[in-house]
């Protein structure tokens, strides 16, 4: 189209393929705009040719940092593990708890213990470990209650079944 320059916007994160150019914005807003921002500085010259250089502006990033649950055995554990991890001052953390766990999670909770003032928020994304086979095979209310579930279990309805036998026994 003969474009030596084609700047655009409304993307907050930059981008740029020459001869198109996305600046992003020159500061971190939250968590849904990971990375580094700042602006681009151009230049064309005689032949045309255009030269983009990215400069960051804001030294502070949001990241989001996962945390595998597995072996943590309690919140004290997992609390302590949060402490032990180098955490850059210059980000703002999201923390992403993962895997299977071994004890009950509450985000709010567990905040109120985390020292470092850039971890700002923990979304809990684990299940409960739990050996449904041996459950089933319970001659309890436990092993009733998952045997019953997993009974209307389908491809369709799986998360949402695993879901429940985790909530109710939690409630249990």
Request: glycine share 6%; aromatic share 8%; net charge negative.
């Amino acid at each position: 189209m003969g474009f030596d320059y084609i700047a655009l916007g409304h993307i907050h994160k930059p981008y740029h393929q020459p001869p198109i150019a996305y600046p992003g914005s020159t500061i971190s807003l939250g968590f849904d705009e990971l990375g580094s921002h700042g602006m681009l500085v151009g230049n064309i010259d005689d032949t045309k040719k255009l030269e983009l250089t990215f400069i960051p502006m804001d030294p502070k990033e949001f990241k989001e940092e996962e945390i595998v649950v597995d072996d943590i055995l309690s919140k004290e554990e997992l609390i302590e593990t949060i402490h032990q991890k180098d955490w850059n001052e210059n980000y703002y953390y999201k923390i992403i708890l993962t895997g299977k766990r071994n004890f009950e999670i509450e985000p709010l909770q567990i905040i109120k213990y985390i020292t470092q003032q850039n971890i700002i928020k923990i979304k809990d994304n684990t299940t409960l470990k739990q050996d449904l086979e041996k459950l089933v095979n319970e001659n309890s209310l436990r092993g009733i209650f998952v045997k019953n579930l997993l009974a209307k279990q389908t491809e369709e309805n799986k998360e949402k079944i695993q879901k429940a036998i985790e909530i109710g026994l939690e409630a249990m």
